[in-house]
């Protein structure tokens, strides 16, 4: 283990009943990575995340965080994340719940509602719907929020679990110019779907197939040098089953 590394995973496995999720995943992230999390669906990329966070216990395995600590308070604190709208308390307004984060994470040392009024602006370009309830927002605005609340404790260390998802093409703008500000101040991880973003964002790439890490590289070096797109790079590492079109013959 390098002295600078953020997240240093060792054998990490986990199973569910007797289905295995991961199996041995070794992964040393270093500060100020930008990585991009791909695999298939149900290749295992939130279990990994959840298992990062403490949120679900590996059935085997070890994690080191910010260069050998434990999963300790002062981990946490520097850590941010965002993995999906169920952890979302409804019953509270967007700004309430900023100021809960901020609370929960910086004590008497929190920010002041003007710059949590202005990181909900960053990405809603308007501050009125922060006084609105989060059960009254759409699937894009709650996405929204879990990001505002991932950054406000100004994490050393942020992971975004296919945050993407649902929003417009000006947040989509919005949340990779962030992130190619942010990522210089701090090691990031994101699990997504969307190649095109990952592409504008990560400088490497950890790919999940069957349980097990298949590249964990630059994305540089995965589409040689940009001489190939990212998609086609993964389409070649992971080789998609060419599904007869006969089968769906009933269909169209
Ligand atoms: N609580 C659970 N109980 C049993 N199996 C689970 C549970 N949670 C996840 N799994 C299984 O673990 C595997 C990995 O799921 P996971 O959600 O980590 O995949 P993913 O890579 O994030 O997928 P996606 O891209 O679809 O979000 C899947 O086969 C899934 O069915």
């Excluded at 040393?28 to 298939?40: E, H, K, M, S, Y």
């Excluded at 994690?63 to 946490?76: E, M, Q, R």
């Excluded at 709208?85 to 002041?112: C, D, H, M, V």
């Excluded at 260390?157 to 919005?174: H, K, V």
Aim: glycine letters at 8%.
């Amino acid at each position: 283990m390098l002295d600078n590394s953020i997240l240093d995973l060792t054998d990490i496995s986990k199973s569910y009943d007797k289905k295995v999720v991961l199996d041995k995943v070794n992964v040393t992230v270093q500060a100020n990575d930008c990585i991009g999390l791909l695999g298939r669906n149900g290749a295992g990329k939130t279990t990994l995340i959840k298992i990062i966070l403490g949120l679900l216990g590996a059935s085997s395995g070890e994690i080191k965080y910010f260069g050998g600590a434990s999963l300790n308070n002062d981990v946490k604190k520097k850590t941010g994340f965002y993995i999906g709208q169920e952890y979302l308390p409804e019953e509270l307004t967007g700004l309430q719940y900023l100021q809960f984060i901020n609370y929960l994470y910086n004590g008497k040392a929190r920010q002041s509602d003007e710059n949590l009024l202005n990181l909900f602006e960053y990405f809603f370009e308007e501050r009125e719907s922060s006084k609105k309830m989060i059960s009254g927002y759409s699937f894009g605005m709650k996405q929204k929020t879990g990001i505002c609340a991932a950054l406000v404790n100004q994490p050393q260390l942020l992971i975004l679990d296919e945050p993407f998802s649902g929003l417009d093409a000006f947040s989509c703008r919005r949340l990779i110019e962030f992130i190619n500000k942010y990522k210089q101040r701090a090691t990031v991880v994101i699990s997504s779907h969307d190649l095109t973003f990952i592409e504008k964002i990560c400088d490497r790439l950890l790919i999940l197939e069957k349980s097990r890490v298949v590249y964990n590289d630059t994305l540089v070096n995965f589409t040689t040098s940009g001489k190939s797109t990212l998609e086609d790079s993964l389409f070649t590492l992971l080789r998609p089953q060419d599904t007869s079109d006969e089968k769906i013959n009933w269909l169209v």
